[in-house]
């Protein structure tokens, strides 16, 4: 096995069980005798050589980190351009690998990461650096490419049913002289996978949720009314499930209906704001609404053990995978049996994966466009299947570990991008 | 003992424990051979003639509805006035009670609902109706007096420090390049005690929520600002945990700023939103908020183990006074220690309950405005302790229990208000 060192580094938005993925990581290199560099803040800590010594953590705080929500080294929001347009970020990251020794990078992200990857292995080859560079899955979004699912969806979709399960019960309690019509909105811009995972709360004519608004479906706010309002004539009231990527006809984000508020400041939208304003307005019933935005995606302490088990395997694949000199790939979850539910890991080559985006099939929403299917469900249960608590105090609260970051020596100038 | 039926209902906001304080009731009546009728959507249902033989539950239903959130026999926003401008609906209730036999009246709900069983009780004094009445607390508000604390409480203060450490992590490892200011709306028209509990999240300067918002406190816009700049130039970013209820020194309810949406139609208010836009214009920051909303009460998959040992104990303690006859009372907890924290059950008379409402003591607040105490910790720590996971169906999601409800037929005429 060549010398060197492993770099691994999170990108995009945090999940429930990204810093699992870390965790399964660490270990297996460790395992390997491999030494593990983390990169602070994704690749930005990367081209700023902003390094810690991720070998160093102690075995409690990579224990710990398997149970903890957030990304323990930092993530970015940072997207290469093509290596002709970005060339000097490309080189520099080339640099400080070579001034690191570094000889594997994992990164550990969407799509978008995907192809960072694999366009740093190729500037690599070009430059004949021996360099093995390997994505590793992770997405509230379930947007990649080739996986099954994306590990952290799983979570987030759980934590989605299970709310909206509560919160159902809570408004048929008080409809009969409270709130009639109760507005969840779940994250996800291009596809409704979350939505879709609300609907997992119930099944049935007369079971909330009682619409869901997927952003593949136009949003027509007359139908959408005279629906709301027939549920509660039927039901006694009525739970809506919004996705934030909503569109209207003319394809304007319903999210972005923000105007001013009262003192004439600039208001921010939300889409459950909207539709709850829009239901009391229109059809006079007590609304209210919930917007759990990044309490979604963080919810460890409600993890789908399904999905602490894939982000933890493809951690270790993606360890023994790079060590193996298999390069511009990512381990990738193939799906063998919906009911038992069984799976394996598969690796797939990057350039399948990156700029490419996994749609809901068609298949998933019912014919009236407001719930899944029975595939749907098929496809959605195993994901969210198992628990899986973090260990808590004394205090009640969730034992999280916040590693302490041993900083790695710079070796590089200052880098200016 | 004397023969009759005993009549339970449900009054105010449902919590994550109100159905545990329901099973033990049911379960302590069972014990003493005594028949529960229950008033569908509280006292409603009582004056509709809307009744339920709760008795019927099976063994099963009632262990379920231990576990589950919500309010299974509806639960209803109805404050009765005085004796003399409500007298006819006082009557019908006794009216309702007479014609089945109700010589016990537990009333489940806040001050409001203190208020009303109180009342009942003076007004079948007056008609020499025997009957007792017993008032069991309940409300995530946690501002009834007398009690240390109030079911519901504990399990909302849970999910809420839970929820704001978990995405402070999340946050934490964005900001670099994304969300910088994050808040989060906490439930608390009047008091701050949900707002407060957030501050169990983390300790010490730089440990989120940086930055809590009281209603007790004075809002003030400048300052506010000025304290979140100051704090993600220190830290890197700011977690902000604001109750719904603050106000500007004029008295302005902040979340009351809706305005019109760029479509013309009325915007709803929220005070996440309108700091969260302020932040944006007068700072720049990028922010993101969340408004848990109803999450925050019916998380019965987060609920204290505390609360839940109070809700039960409360449950089994009001049928007990009921049946010795004790009459116009409230179950209350009274708090022993603090670490370790102990605590029993005492009964209290309504009349040092209805209309009186319990503030959070200056004490708990930091001299800064923004923060607790450590008074504040002391008090709150050992409500949200200990974990009470519901079961999980192998679906993943929490077996919650909606019994079957097994109307008593009627006998009166209809009831017209």
Redo the contacts between chains.
Sequence with gaps: MPTGNLLYA?SG??T?VINATAAAVLQAARARKVRVLAA???I?GALREELVDASALTAAEVKGLAH?????F?????KLKSLAEDRAKYERLLEVFRAHDVRWFLYNGGNDSADTALKVSQLAAEYGYPLTCVGVPKTIDNDLAVTDCSPGFGSAA?YT???V??????????A????KV?VYEAMGRHAGWLAAAAG??GDGRDAAPHLILFPERVFDEADFLARVDAVVKRVGHCVVVASEGIRTADGRFVA???????????????VA??L???V??ALGHK?????????Q??????A?R?DVEHATAVGRAAVECALAGQNAVMPVIVRDGDAPYRWHVDIAPLSRIANHEKTMPKGFIRADGYGITAAARRYL?PL????A?PP?G?????D?V?PRMRTVRRKLPDWNA
Tied chains: 1, 2.
């Design positions: 999170q938005g945090v429930a602070r803040n994704g930005l903890t929500p957030g990304g323990a930092g993530s970015c929001r940072l759980k049913a299970v709310s399960r509560e919160c159902a019960l809570d408004v048929a309690a008080m009969e002289t409270s709130t109760f997992l709360a972005e209906a923000g105007g001013r508020d009262s003192f004439g400041h600039a208001q921010l939208g939300g704001a909207h709850a304003a829009r009391k307005d609304v209210h609404w919930a917007l759990p935005d990044y309490l995606r963080s919810a460890r302490h409600l789908s399904t249960a969210v299947a198992g628990e608590y808590y004394r205090d009640g609260l969730p999280y916040v």
